[in-house]
């Protein structure tokens, strides 16, 4: 692999007259941490500069002991963020897992039960959760501001429109990307085209895969990317397409993820300091509670990103403990075993290994390299550990940057979408990760809907029964394509002595089952509802029609586009090739 300290674009040059200067900004809206990168669009670095006009920053925590980060405490009406909140404070932690409700698994993961936060407050406390984000993401978005304010010209932060691309979890409902859309836009970050969504994963990807050294890819290589953050693990899969005239990849599977990143390490780390420390009768608990936190401070700090396989021992500073020979201080270090930190991380690290070789076998083909991004992504113990339980022909290769490998790539992501030119990296085929349609009136076929004989209803105007199924245009783990849109057509009708169809609904459901169902059953969940004005389009275009039952009906045939991108789906209605902005998603 070649490592790159800075994004490369090759040299590459815009005039002005090229396309509008735009100032895009990336945020890696993780779990526990928030990451930022930026870049102008009217300025890119030649092959020898030192980094983009816009640089990525250091992650900014939203729960640990280090940096900025991405908690939040109220007091009165007044929201602190990151370090404002004073050590040991009761704060709003994780709040963003509880944008989807649907990933039980991961809210209430077997870490999570066994080891919860020790200053966390319980989800949704006393505030929703969609006002704790767009609360952090408006602190955020300021501080943005501040930062860009000290390095451009004043007159030209004025003048130029500020884009936002945002990350989330390749795991996240449809329901929960459109929260945090909702949330972004009430941030004041933008709305409509002007705000990107985007996994994390795939972000990952493109910037891992972009540093890797194009002489070692060919067609048909694959690999499965390990974006193991702060609080969650991510895994998606891709084969390479084709290397020229730019790299581009398909997924071979849907991607998966749990939670299962490093911050359990400080869970479990300060579980163990408690056991160690719970009869300690010789310090008084202020004295313990302070030697607690420096132990806390450093592990995350220093020992948590060190140990490694190879490591014996580790010497924990815990000023104030003095010495206490039976529990291994001596000059107010603690001695902590290898055997002691292997049974640290081991029910995380395993956590990670169950699913990175999950992602393997669902691959179906010979994996090249799993990619490691992401904080923990860069552990010696989880990479040694991760190389002796894969396959001997698949590599185990920690991205250079990896832990701003997200942020590096949205921005990227940003940038090829603003001018294609730069386009490095292409995501070719996804994967469908659910199956998707809707119920329709289809017309009665023995053969098929032999089941449902005595739900079967005469239709007048043509004269034949029909039956109430699913109509799945897509089903699970089917490719999908963003630069095509999924056409899905439609056909609405009402009596000429009525007047012409002026809106329609449209109910879109979503099924996780390998084999979707012919009817709507228990495991067929209402998705979004779609809301098409129809009062714009011409009633003299609209065409009539003499129904089999001898009256004259307005028959409207149109369709709903669906563009299926990384981390958003936008919906458009169409009719005689003419597109109307007027779908309005509601999601469940």
Partial sequence: MNEKATFDFGGLRLAEEEIDRRILVAVDFG?????????????????????????????????????????????????????????????????????????????DSELARLYPSPNALPPAYDTPVEKLVTDYLTALRKHIRLVLEHKLHASVLRSTPIEYIITVPAVWSESA????????????????????????????????????????????????????GGGTVDLISYTVAALKPHLRVDEPTYGTGSLAGSSFLNRIFHKFLQDKFRNIGTVDEETLEEAMEEAMAYFDADTKKSFGSTSHEFLIPVTGLGNIPALGVK??????????????????????????????????????????????????????????????????????NGWTAVVRGALMKGLASVTPELERVTIGQRRA???????????????????????????????CYRVYVMNWFIKKNDEVDESEPHRHFFCVDSLVTEGPPLDVTAQIYADNNAVAPLTKTDSVKKLVKLYADLSHIPQDTISKEN?????????????????????????????????????????V
């Fill in 31 to 107: 779990t526990t941490y928030s990451g930022v990168a930026w870049a102008q669009t009217m300025k890119w670095p030649d092959a020898s500069s030192q980094g983009l006009e816009g640089k990525s920053s250091d992650k900014v925590p939203t729960y640990g002991y280090g940096a900025v980060t991405k908690e939040l405490r109220y007091e009165g009406a007044i929201a602190k963020w990151g370090f404002q909140i004073p050590t040991g404070a009761e704060r709003h932690q994780w709040f963003k897992l509880e944008l989807d409700p649907t990933q039980t698994e991961s809210r």
């Fill in 177 to 228: 990307q459109a929260k945090t859309r909702s949330c972004a836009e009430a941030a004041g970050m933008g709305n409509g085209r002007k705000l990107q969504i985007i996994t994390e994963p795939e972000a990952a990807a493109i910037y891992a895969l972009d540093t890797m050294d194009p002489t070692e890819l060919k067609v048909g290589d694959t690999f499965v990317l390990c974006d193991a």
């Fill in 331 to 400: 000059r107010h270090k603690l001695r902590v075993s290898a055997e002691e930190m292997r049974a640290i991380f081991d029910p995380v690290v395993q956590k990670v290994i169950k699913l990175v070789l999950d992602q393997i076998r669902a691959t179906g083909k010979p994996v090249t390299a799993v990619l490691l991004v992401g904080g923990f992504g860069t552990s010696g113990y989880l990479f040694d550990r991760l190389r002796s339980a894969v396959p001997r022909t698949t590599q185990i290769l920690q991205s250079p």
């Fill in 433 to 463: 990760r659910k199956n998707y349609g809707m119920q329709i009136w289809s017309r009665y076929d023995e053969t098929k809907h032999r089941t449902l004989a005595d739900q079967k209803r005469w239709f007048g105007r043509t004269k």
């Fill in 547 to 587: 129904g089999k039952d001898g009256q004259e009906y307005f028959v409207l045939d149109y369709e709903i586009q669906a563009t299926y991108s990384s981390g958003q789906t936008i919906y458009e209605l169409v009719y005689n090739d003419i597109k109307y902005d007027t779908v309005k998603a509601e999601y």
